[in-house]
């Protein structure tokens, strides 16, 4: 199955939450989070063991402090285009001997129109094979080069990665251009992909935390693309072979391809290759430009009933500034100290003091020209209004009352440190380069980043909080028994006077 990148973060890649998803499921842990099924604590333990002779606990050591965070060094690389359009960067990075290349096209999910996972589809059966080779010659092609060969999906684009060995690194450019520009697209496969897909649409929709995401979805963009994660069945049935092929056709080219190369390689045989496989490809359109409306005022979405469940998968959020704009990196800040972070403010007030849920998470989830902030998380059934209520409080204190310069701090450490973490692979090199790209950020925003964190005030992290996370302008779905929770809910899904 074809990675579905950034849309389901329950059934496929987890990717609600950006290209570094962090987001798990929460229905496992429910008997958790009700104090069930628990073993026995530590402090059970000792408490039987009473009368053993234990030694004095040892004061307990405090790790060092870190050293002088330094910005990001962006890796010297080469950036160029091609007569028909293809942008091509190359950037040698490390001492391991291989290499990630991977071609980031500019379509996907939004060049659907309203064929909902027609894009994902096309992916699916550009891997069954290309007029030159099968699917099990490419995969035994990229298998004896020490690699892999993949293909994902996402809102805005499609990305086709091969890892390899450094020394096939040309080997690696042209197949993953044979599978990109030449698929076979065979009608023979396109039943069996289908059913797939039928079985893990069922899946998918009887989730209830994959509900909530649908329906808050929906609520913020309508019908654009990027509220529309679902097609049904009979749709999915309905799709053609032909279908697949058009669009394949209308909106794949060079012109709206990015290829990346990070590792290490022989730059000038891996120029020469990609000359050689992309170089006749047809220009093809542009990128399609297509920026959402997204709904600004607070959407009363209807409690979606789920009889004698025993939790409540909620979604709260709302539109923000998205990563082309000056406050989008004080708002990340913003979020981790909300619910972003294992040590955030929401996950310590309903989860660890009060024991309202395992794993609640708030994130900034961004595609392109767009961005929104979402809190979930699966609560237990009767404090699901209660919860509901710290969540908004806990946005409120944040906006009315800056953060200390010890907890920004925090942050600050965390953001800076996770920023270079992320960025200290080939892969991790092409996710973030990938990134600027989308959003026409400029280099700038690698190297500038960790400053920019840095000089970050608790005034600052107050005021986006307030301009962007207004709590009027929120839209709620709870899916959940409505008999238990429903009237408690009604001051928070409906209109007040």
Same mark, same amino acid.
């Given at each position: 199955m074809v990675n579905r990148v950034g849309q389901l973060p329950t059934l496929f890649c987890a990717a609600l939450f950006g290209a570094a998803c962090l987001l798990t499921s929460t229905t496992a842990w429910a008997q958790d989070a009700t104090g069930e099924n628990?073993?026995?604590?530590?402090?059970?333990?000792?408490?039987?063991? +009473?009368?053993?002779?234990?030694?004095?606990?040892?004061?307990?050591?405090?790790?060092?402090?870190?050293?002088?965070? #330094?910005?990001?060094?962006?890796?010297?690389?080469?950036?160029?285009q091609l007569p028909n359009g293809l942008k091509v960067t190359l950037v040698p990075y490390g001492n391991i001997p #291989?290499?990630?290349?991977?071609? *980031?096209?500019?379509?996907?999910?939004?060049?659907?129109g309203k064929d909902t996972w027609l894009a994902d589809l096309t992916a699916s059966l550009m891997e069954e094979g290309t007029s030159n080779r099968s699917a099990e010659q490419i995969a035994r092609e990229a298998a004896e080069m020490g690699g892999s060969l993949? *293909?994902?999906?996402?809102?805005?684009? =499609?990305?086709?990665?091969?890892?390899?060995?450094?020394?096939?690194?040309?080997?690696?450019?042209?197949?993953?251009?044979?599978?990109?520009?030449? $698929?076979?697209? $065979? /009608?023979?496969?396109?039943?069996?992909?289908?059913?797939?897909? %039928?079985?893990?649409?069922?899946?998918?929709?009887?989730?209830?935390?994959?509900?909530?995401?649908?329906?808050?979805?929906?609520?913020? @963009?309508?019908?654009?693309?990027?509220?529309r994660l679902f097609p049904n069945a009979e749709q999915l049935q309905s799709y053609t072979v032909e279908q697949i092929r058009t669009f394949w056709d209308e909106n794949f080219g060079a012109q709206r391809t990015h290829v990346f190369v990070a590792g290490m390689f022989d730059d000038e045989a891996v120029?020469?290759?990609?000359?050689?496989?992309?170089? /006749?490809?047809? =220009?093809? $359109?542009?990128?399609?430009?297509?920026?959402?409306?997204?709904?600004? !005022?607070?959407?009363?979405? !209807? %409690?979606?009933?789920?009889?004698?469940?025993?939790?409540?998968?909620?979604?709260?959020?709302?539109?923000?500034?998205?990563?082309?704009?000056?406050? @989008?990196?004080?708002?990340?800040? /913003?979020? +981790?100290?909300?619910?972003?972070?294992?040590?955030?403010?929401?996950?310590?007030?309903?989860? !660890?003091? #009060?024991?309202?849920?395992?794993?609640?998470?708030?994130?900034?989830?961004?595609?392109?020209?767009?961005?929104?902030?979402?809190q979930n998380a699966a609560i237990t059934t009767d404090d699901t209004a209660a919860a509901v209520k710290e969540v908004y409080a806990e946005i409120n204190r944040l906006r009315d009352e800056p953060p200390s310069g010890e907890e920004l701090l925090g942050t600050q450490n965390l953001m800076?440190?996770?920023?270079?973490?992320?960025? +200290?692979?080939?892969?991790?090199?092409?996710?973030?380069?990938? @990134?600027?790209?989308?959003?026409?950020?400029?280099?700038?925003?690698?190297?500038?980043?960790? +400053?920019?964190? @840095?000089?970050? =005030?608790?005034? !600052?992290?107050?005021r986006v909080t307030s301009e962007y996370l207004k709590p009027d302008n929120m839209t709620l779905v709870v899916v959940g028994d409505s008999a238990r929770i429903g009237e408690q809910l009604v001051p928070y899904l409906e209109p007040q006077p």
């Open positions: 628990q073993t026995e604590s530590p402090a059970e333990n000792a408490a039987d063991n +009473s009368g053993d002779n234990i030694e004095p606990q040892q004061p307990r050591q405090m790790p060092p402090e870190g050293g002088t965070p #330094k910005d990001f060094q962006l890796p010297a690389k080469q950036q160029y #291989k290499v990630t290349i991977s071609a *980031i096209v500019m379509a996907g999910n939004l060049n659907e993949n *293909i994902g999906v996402g809102l805005d684009q =499609t990305f086709v990665t091969g890892q390899t060995l450094a020394e096939f690194a040309p080997d690696m450019v042209t197949l993953l251009a044979d599978v990109l520009l030449h $698929p076979a697209l $065979p /009608a023979d496969e396109l039943d069996r992909l289908r059913r797939d897909y %039928l079985r893990n649409l069922e899946v998918a929709l009887n989730d209830p935390d994959t509900m909530a995401l649908v329906a808050f979805r929906e609520a913020l @963009y309508g019908d654009h693309p990027y509220g120029a020469a290759a990609i000359e050689e496989a992309f170089g /006749a490809w047809k =220009t093809g $359109p542009g990128p399609l430009q297509m920026p959402p409306v997204p709904k600004t !005022e607070r959407q009363y979405v !209807e %409690l979606i009933n789920r009889n004698n469940a025993s939790q409540s998968n909620v979604y709260l959020g709302l539109v923000t500034a998205n990563p082309s704009q000056p406050d @989008y990196v004080a708002l990340q800040a /913003a979020n +981790s100290m909300l619910g972003g972070a294992f040590s955030s403010r929401i996950t310590r007030n309903i989860r !660890e003091d #009060k024991g309202y849920t395992y794993s609640p998470n708030s994130a900034l989830s961004a595609r392109r020209q767009d961005a929104y902030w979402v800076a440190g996770t920023f270079t973490l992320q960025n +200290s692979t080939p892969q991790g090199i092409i996710n973030v380069l990938n @990134y600027v790209d989308l959003h026409g950020l400029g280099d700038s925003y690698l190297t500038d980043y960790v +400053s920019r964190v @840095y000089a970050l =005030t608790p005034a !600052e992290i107050s």
